[in-house]
């Protein structure tokens, strides 16, 4: 199996079904310590916190984080402050999760 992190983002306009639990869980086994968790709606997202010795290390994280979004189009929910980072990924066309959110998940781990 190729590298996630070697592949690139696919802009998803909707139209096609999200990851059944069986397909996230075989994604999940090629990304490192992301969690799946699922909202209200029974939609799954990808999950993971980051932790850095003070802001200005989490800040330049999110700032990659943030570079690297813009160069896949592919944008994932961020949250930071000190000492940490939290990473929200999934695919809003489709209410869920596809193959370009684990290679997102890829890309980011080897930012950190």
Do not use: R
Request: with cysteine.
């Amino acid at each position: 199996m190729s590298d996630l992190s070697e592949k690139k983002c696919i802009p998803c306009e909707g139209g096609i079904p999200a990851f059944d639990i069986s397909e996230i869980h075989k994604y999940l086994k090629k990304v490192d310590g992301w969690k799946v968790e699922s909202d209200e709606n029974k939609s799954y997202f990808l999950l993971k916190d980051f932790k850095f010795k003070n802001f200005v290390e989490s800040q330049d994280f999110v700032n990659k984080v943030g570079m690297l979004a813009e160069t896949e189009n592919h944008h994932p929910d961020i949250t930071f402050g000190w000492g940490y980072a939290n990473i929200k990924i999934f695919t809003h066309a489709i209410k869920g999760l596809a193959e370009s959110d684990f290679i997102l998940a890829a890309k980011i781990d080897k930012l950190s």
